[in-house]
């Protein structure tokens, strides 16, 4: 059973910065390509960032690359998004996802 924990978010000024962890179980983890997407309040999903299974290859969506940065630990079946320069637009629920099942997410608030 696929099982994916987000954590790390939190409340953060213009500028700042916060690093999401995503521990993932359930599935053989270092084999395969991860996401992060976003969901802002009363709009839809919004893809962030993939990262294939050794970490070799990234990519990023427009609105948040130099920005942020996604890496895995596939010793300890974790992926991460360092985010730094965060704008209030970053406000969302982010989430990992793998295939098709998501986390439950953590909320980032970028707010003065």
């Known amino acids: 059973q696929v099982q994916l924990v987000e954590s790390g978010g939190g409340l953060v000024q213009p500028g700042g910065s916060l690093r999401l962890s995503c521990a993932a179980s359930?599935?053989?983890?270092?084999?395969?390509?991860m996401t992060w997407v976003r969901q802002a309040p009363g709009k839809g999903l919004e893809w962030v960032s993939t990262?294939?299974?050794?970490?070799?290859?990234?990519n990023y969506a427009d609105s948040v690359k130099g920005r942020f940065t996604i890496s895995r630990d596939n010793t300890k079946n974790t992926l991460y998004l360092q985010m730094n320069s965060l704008k209030p637009e970053d406000t969302s629920v982010y989430y990992c996802?793998?295939?098709?099942?998501r986390g439950q997410g953590t909320q980032v608030t970028v707010s003065s």
């Open positions: 990262i294939n299974s050794d970490g070799g290859y990234t």
């Open positions: 996802q793998f295939a098709v099942s």
């Open positions: 359930g599935f053989a983890f270092s084999r395969y390509l």
